[in-house]
């Protein structure tokens, strides 16, 4: 693989074709000319590989997926419009009407439901299986099963897989493997060296880092990725657009950066919240006491920022008053960004997710200092064992 400072700050950037600017420009163009018919016909013929028109190829987008290849050790990339857009290019370019899928049990809510509502309707049935056995994937493939779905670990439970073990049993029998990796991000693990036919990323979260964007990436090889281009890519359309597109390029220049920094501070926190009392469990693949923490040592490059804590009460008033005093880590959903943010369960429970813990809380750590982030993580529990004991 390239080196990755090289691949983040100038793999692709031909600057004597944009009047040697130091930055890459946004190419908003829609269309491009040809000098001649033979140029345009040869154009025609491959719009993967020549600029055409912007659905296709475009050079703000263009340099984007050389980069995402690189990261990812890929043969070849593509930048989508969202991760969703990722995850349904890839399956829909897996499976057709007659397919099975196996995939691992809860994965991201919007994938669950492009299996469960969107493609039922098209002929496509899906087995979801528990990740932790890899005989369950083994015991649900049938003839007719065309693909294995993998998110590992998910972003809310952070169950993991046996990607490589998982993958050999996939290519045995013919089947192609999609992981969502963003998780990890393209630096915290490689499943195309663990055997992944396709790695999809919603690069809204790490790749991006800044919560001011939604993308969506594809990595795999010139093959699957040419299929992927001829068919959902252009047929449905869901583009980055170049703007968006530039913006990644800016965010990944300090991919490493921001990763070592919230991979730090996150083992700070972690190890905070493992000895207090008011925490009962943390479902955090690199700590210690996860039931699969030695497969994520084997298989993942680094620790990253994404966890859940259940608090060690399931009084109402006391996990509101948990998630109302904290200053530093904002309510919201997503995650991977700049900024600290909780999602707490208690949250959802007039919606569809009645089946998690009332007391879970998802933990997305940021930027922000490791201290202020323990000391306001520490008063916010204060607060709440205070209502706890009272109540
Ligand atoms: C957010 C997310 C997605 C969907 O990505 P979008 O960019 O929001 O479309 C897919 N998988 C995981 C694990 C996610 O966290």
């Not at 080196?3 to 100038?10: M, T």
């Not at 055409?52 to 980069?67: A, E, F, Q, S, V």
């Not at 809310?156 to 089947?175: M, N, P, R, V, Y």
């Amino acid at each position: 693989m390239e080196d990755l400072s090289f691949i983040l700050n100038h793999l692709g950037e031909d600057r004597t074709k944009y009047f040697d600017a130091v930055t890459p420009p946004i190419v908003t163009s829609s269309n491009f000319t040809h000098n001649t018919v033979e140029a345009m016909r040869k154009a025609a013929l491959d719009e993967q590989h020549h600029y055409w028109y912007t659905r296709g190829n475009n050079p703000t987008t263009d340099l984007l997926n050389k980069k995402l290849a690189a990261l990812q050790g890929s043969e070849d990339a593509l930048c989508v419009g969202s991760g969703s857009a990722a995850v349904s290019m890839a399956v829909l370019h897996c499976a057709k009407a007659g397919n099975h899928i196996v995939s691992v049990n809860n994965p991201y809510s919007w994938t669950n439901k492009l299996f469960t509502l969107f493609l039922n309707e098209y002929g496509i049935e899906t087995t979801f299986v528990d990740g932790t056995r890899v005989e369950a994937f083994q015991e649900a493939i049938r003839p007719n099963t065309s693909l294995i779905y993998l998110e590992s670990p998910n972003s809310l439970t952070f169950d993991l897989q046996d990607i490589e073990t998982i993958c050999k049993i996939a290519k045995s029998h013919g089947i192609k493997t999609v992981i969502d990796n963003s998780y990890s991000s393209p630096l915290g693990q490689n499943p195309i060296e663990l055997g992944c036919d396709l790695v999809v990323h919603s690069a809204t979260k790490y790749l991006s880092g800044h919560s001011d964007l939604v993308a969506g990436a594809i990595m795999g090889s010139k093959e699957d990725i040419a299929a992927i281009f001829k068919g959902p890519f252009m047929t449905l359309g869901g583009i980055l657009s170049p703007f968006n597109a530039w913006q990644l390029l800016r965010s990944l220049r300090t991919l490493e950066i921001r990763l070592e920094r919230v991979s730090q501070t996150t083992q700070k926190v972690v190890a905070f919240l493992e000895n207090h009392p008011m925490i009962s469990e943390i479902w955090y693949p690199h700590s210690p006491s996860h039931p699969q923490y030695e497969l994520a040592l084997k298989q993942m490059k680094m620790p990253l920022g994404l966890f859940s804590l259940k608090l060690n009460t399931t009084n109402p008033t006391a996990i509101t008053a948990f998630c109302e005093s904290l200053k530093y880590f904002l309510m919201a959903v997503s995650w991977g960004g700049y900024e600290s943010l909780i999602w707490p369960a208690i949250a959802a429970y007039s919606g569809a997710r009645t089946d998690l813990p009332i007391n879970l809380v998802r933990m997305s750590i940021g930027l922000e200092n490791a201290d202020t982030l323990i000391n306001d993580l520490n008063q916010a529990l204060e607060i709440a064992h205070k209502i706890d004991t009272n109540s």
